[in-house]
């Protein structure tokens, strides 16, 4: 088999494949999908070793200031993947690598945003334990409707002074009262024919596998209705892993849009049902040892570095929120009753607990993971590995007990409860999150840098105000009669 790691192979790949063009992926600091293209004529294999000066940094937010704006793209021939031909309407053939980031050339620092390098980063800062590798294995829920439609649809309804509202469309709805309709908070597992997605979802399944290698282990509908789906990914690296993740979140949007439908990653777009989550599993290994099993432990099979890592990741919650939760959206998913973690803490089957220990049966030794419940697939996912592997870190560091597991839920606790468990509560909002993140962020600098969390901070400050301040139509339906 040729060897797809020098810059002449891939050029010679290109051509011999009839590839039309070669687009260059990156994204931005809030995990946003970005994309040069170039046609496979223009391409030499210089491109591929010595990269494009072709980034305007200015136009990316937050990237840079339009003074000083030029990047350099460099591709990491590795993640070369020919795209599926739905991508082109004009069946060009297509092929896809992501791309590192660089302020001025191959032998100069790395750009300090790029969110493949802070990932690169946190790994440096892992080894440095003694660790090889950190593995994840997030779970993508999202909702496929028919269409969402905004009123009035007006690019600036939102800064208008008209009132807007928006109306969801799905066969699956309780509201299109339909032989398929599937009740709020009834969807989960449901089989043909209410379940009209499953094709579908086949379909983004098959392509995950053929054109980029990506394992799916299943898939299915989930609680809500109108047309709620999962699908899980055997567990990999972290980059691999955050770079697979990017690669399911745009598959499934253009496959969405090519059979006429909308998907969406927003947590929470019906009011009354379960949300979307992505629920990320992770476990460490040191050689071929995964370092978070204990066989003498009974409780959870969980050996103390883990302890002291669940311990990092709790202690931080709040402040990792402002990364794993980065929308006001999604802090309508943290509420009691809808299966989302409101209370800072661990169990063991206990799925209103931030941290859940999975079961495992039969040989738990390579299996034995934490589930850290709390993230939503609004996050960059890479900024999300890096922050939960560096919160888990200080909690080894520093050795931080994550106390005693909880099995209650934490929904119907009492406030007594809940004090003689420790348990503190989430951010219920977005700003919450950003308050926790201006004080507690000392665990994540040495590879974030203080920049890239001020800029960062400072565009989702204003993201909440712009929202804080914006008349909704729950508002002027409770309130306009006063």
């Known amino acids: 088999m040729q060897d797809l790691t020098e810059p002449e192979n891939i050029l010679e790949r290109i051509h011999k494949d009839g590839l039309d063009f070669v687009e260059f992926w990156f994204v931005d600091m809030f995990g946003e999908l970005h994309s040069l293209s170039v046609p496979s004529y223009s391409l030499e294999a210089e491109h591929f070793s010595k990269g494009f000066q072709k980034l305007d940094a200015s136009s990316i937010r937050g990237f840079k200031s339009v003074d000083d704006s030029d990047l350099l793209l460099i591709p990491d021939i590795s993640t070369f993947r020919e795209l599926p031909p739905y991508y082109d309407t004009g069946r060009r053939r297509t092929a896809r690598v992501f791309v590192n980031i660089y302020d001025e050339g191959e032998d100069t620092a790395r750009f300090n945003k790029d969110s493949r390098g802070v990932v690169e980063k946190a790994q440096g800062e892992m080894r440095k334990f003694g660790m090889t590798q950190a593995r994840f294995g997030p779970e993508i829920e999202f909702f496929m409707f028919d269409s969402i439609r905004l009123v009035p649809a007006a690019a600036n309804a939102v800064s208008s002074s008209g009132a807007?509202?928006?109306?969801?469309?799905?066969?699956?709805a309780p509201w299109s009262q339909t032989n398929t309709s599937v009740n709020l908070r009834g969807g989960y597992y449901t089989a043909k024919p209410r379940d009209t997605l499953d094709s579908e979802r086949k379909n983004i399944c098959d392509d995950l596998h053929r054109y980029f290698g990506v394992n799916v282990e299943a898939h299915h509908h989930e609680v809500a209705t109108s047309g709620q789906c999962e699908i899980n990914i055997r567990h990999d690296e972290m980059l691999p892993m955050a770079d697979t993740v990017t690669t399911i979140k745009n598959l499934i949007k253009v496959r969405a849009k090519s059979a006429g439908m909308v998907a969406t990653f927003m947590p929470k777009p019906i009011y009354g049902d379960n949300a979307s989550a992505m629920h990320?599993?992770?476990?460490?290994?040191?050689?071929?040892?995964?370092?978070?099993?204990?066989?003498?432990?009974?409780?959870?099979?969980?050996s103390q570095?883990?302890?002291?890592?669940?311990?990092?990741?709790?202690?931080?919650?709040p402040a990792l929120c402002a990364i794993s939760n980065p929308t006001t959206n999604s802090y309508k998913r943290l509420v009691p009753g809808y299966e989302a973690p409101t209370g800072i803490c661990w169990g063991l089957s206990n799925r209103t607990a931030a941290i859940r220990i999975p079961k495992t049966f039969g040989d738990n030794k390579s299996k034995k993971r934490i589930e850290y419940r709390v993230p939503d697939a609004t996050s960059n996912i890479y900024l999300l590995e890096a922050a939960i592997l560096l919160a888990g870190l200080d909690g080894i560091k520093k050795k931080m007990e994550p106390g005693s597991p909880v099995e209650e839920n934490v929904y119907m606790m009492t406030p007594e409860q809940r004090r003689n468990h420790n348990i503190r509560f989430l951010p219920s909002t977005l700003k919450e999150a950003l308050d926790a993140l201006a004080s507690d962020s000392t665990f994540l600098e040495h590879v974030f840098t203080r920049?890239?969390?001020?800029?960062?901070?400072?565009?989702?400050?204003?993201?909440?105000?712009?929202?804080?301040?914006?008349?909704?139509?729950?508002?002027?339906a409770m309130y306009s009669g006063i």
């Open 280 to 302: 990320v599993h992770h476990s460490m290994m040191a050689g071929s040892e995964n370092v978070f099993h204990d066989q003498d432990e009974r409780t959870a099979g969980l």
């Open 305 to 317: 570095i883990g302890r002291y890592y669940m311990g990092g990741i709790l202690e931080h919650a």
């Open 451 to 476: 920049e890239f969390l001020d800029t960062y901070s400072s565009l989702k400050y204003k993201e909440y105000a712009s929202f804080a301040q914006t008349p909704t139509v729950w508002e002027i």
């Open 164 to 172: 807007v509202g928006y109306s969801i469309k799905s066969v699956e």
